[in-house]
Structure formats: structure tokens, C-alpha cells
């Protein structure tokens, strides 16, 4: 991947070049590269770029990397969502989520918030990118505090920090943004916040959906269930592993 693009080929187009040389500047270029990833800076912050969803989303270290498992809250959106909802995507750093479920529904109104103005501006460039930022209204918001106090969702999402502060991390972590992963001595502060402020402005019936470490899904439950949601579930991953926490705002 970093010979490819130190080459500003495709992998196939590399792959299809591999019995000629390397040109001296290229291997410069790449020497460079190999020595950042040597410091355990995440190929995606080297090259700019990470697949989600089969898009390819532009990543600077001002946003969380997109994940795999991530994938499976567009899944459940896209899923669960009526036809012309209003989904909100709280915290939307490089806007993957928003713009995976925008590409594949254009009958939604899709907003997406983030508290860092530097976020947003990679996540307007990837919706541009994909053609949906005509579709997705950006606003700079600490989860609920700068959207319009009328505003009501038929479903949101989030993928928000939920890494304890004292908990250890691979090296590669340490070069993503705290305040996308930290997030309280438990890792749940966020969640505290965010299910409240959610169930206050669900549409009646309206679903709420976030992403959590493996070993929260009962703390995060009791938050959901604590605020009188509904149905509340949990998801697990490809892994196995609990990931999501799905609950539904009462009819009335």
C-alpha cells in the first residue's frame, strides 16, 4: 500500500508493474513513508485514506480512523430507518456513517454534528467526494448543544468515545484524537451524555443506536433503559463481541 502510493499507482496497477524498477525519487518518497509507519503511525493517516462501507473516505489525524466494525451501525440505519426518516449521526468525524447511509438511501434527511470544526471540514470533503454533501446538513455541535432545540430525529447514531482514560492502547492509537476515543475513568461519560440528550429529541417511535466497548454492554444498557427507552438490545460484531445498543424512543 505505501509503495503504491509513494508510486501514485493503484495496488493493481503496482501489482501489474512489479518486474520494472523503482525510480530513485519514488523510493525516497517510499523510504519516508516506511519510516512513519516504523513509528506506528496507522497506514491511513500515511496515505489519507481508508475504505468504509466499499467507499473510500479521506482521514487526517484530526478524525477517528473508520473501523470495520463500525459498519454494522450503517447496517442497522439503513435497516431500520422508514422511508424519508430524519437521521441525525452524532459525532461524525470524517463523516463515514453519514455518508455510507446517504449514498445507499437517498430518501433520508440526514444531518451530521462534531464538536470539532476541523472534523467536519475532512467529513463536508468525503461527502463532496461522493456526492451527498447537498444531502447531509453539517453542524458543528457538542452532541445535541448547537442543533436546533426543535429538531427531532427518527433515528440517530453515534460512534462516540468510549476508551476509559487509564486504559492502555496499541501504539498506534496514540496518534488518532484523544477526545474521539477517551472518554472518563469507565469510558461511558459520553454515553451518559449522549443517550439523555438523544431520548429528549427522538421522534415518537424513533430509534437510537451507538457503538460501545466489548465490556460496557450492561452499563450502557441500564443508561438506555434508565431514560425510559425501549426494546433496548444489544448487537454483537463479526467477532462476536457486543458492539451495539439499540433502543427505541415510547410512541408517545
Given at each position: 500500500m505505501l509503495l503504491a502510493n509513494a508510486s501514485g499507482l493503484e495496488r493493481a496497477g503496482l501489482f501489474a508493474r512489479l518486474r520494472e524498477d523503482?525510480?530513485?525519487g519514488v523510493l525516497v518518497e517510499f523510504d519516508t513513508l516506511i519510516a512513519r509507519r516504523a513509528r506506528r503511525e496507522p497506514v491511513a493517516y500515511i496515505i489519507g485514506e481508508?475504505?468504509?462501507?466499499?467507499?473510500?473516505?479521506?482521514?487526517?489525524?484530526?478524525?477517528?480512523?473508520?473501523?470495520?466494525?463500525?459498519?454494522?451501525l450503517v447496517d442497522e440505519a439503513l435497516k431500520r430507518a422508514p422511508p424519508g426518516a430524519r437521521v441525525l449521526d452524532v459525532g461524525t468525524g470524517s463523516g463515514c456513517i453519514a455518508i455510507a447511509i446517504a449514498v445507499r438511501r437517498p430518501d433520508l434527511r440526514l444531518t451530521a454534528c462534531d464538536v470539532s470544526s476541523a472534523a467536519l471540514a475532512v467529513a463536508i470533503e468525503n461527502a463532496r467526494r461522493h456526492d451527498v454533501d447537498e444531502r447531509i446538513d453539517f453542524v458543528e455541535s457538542?452532541?445535541?448543544?448547537?442543533?436546533?432545540?426543535?429538531?427531532?430525529?427518527?433515528?440517530?447514531?453515534?460512534?462516540?468515545?468510549?476508551v476509559a482514560d487509564e486504559e492502555g492502547l496499541a501504539p498506534e492509537l496514540a496518534w488518532e484524537p484523544p477526545g474521539a476515543l477517551r472518554a472518563g475513568p469507565d469510558g461511558l461519560?459520553?454515553?451518559?451524555?449522549?443517550?439523555?440528550?438523544?431520548?429528549?429529541?427522538?421522534?415518537?417511535?424513533?430509534?437510537?443506536?451507538?457503538?460501545?466497548g466489548s465490556a460496557q454492554a450492561q452499563a450502557a444498557v441500564s443508561v438506555a433503559e434508565c431514560e425510559g427507552l425501549?426494546?433496548?438490545?444489544?448487537?454483537?460484531?463479526?467477532?462476536?463481541l457486543p458492539r451495539l445498543v439499540v433502543a427505541v424512543c415510547a410512541e408517545s
Open positions: 523503482v525510480a530513485a481508508k475504505e468504509f462501507y466499499s467507499l473510500a473516505f479521506r482521514v487526517t489525524h484530526d478524525c477517528l480512523i473508520p473501523r470495520p466494525e463500525t459498519e454494522l457538542d452532541l445535541f448543544g448547537g442543533l436546533a432545540p426543535e429538531s427531532r430525529w427518527d433515528v440517530v447514531v453515534a460512534n462516540p468515545p468510549y461519560s459520553v454515553i451518559r451524555r449522549l443517550v439523555p440528550e438523544a431520548a429528549a429529541r427522538l421522534a415518537p417511535g424513533g430509534t437510537l443506536m451507538f457503538e460501545i425501549k426494546q433496548v438490545a444489544v448487537q454483537s460484531d463479526l467477532s462476536g
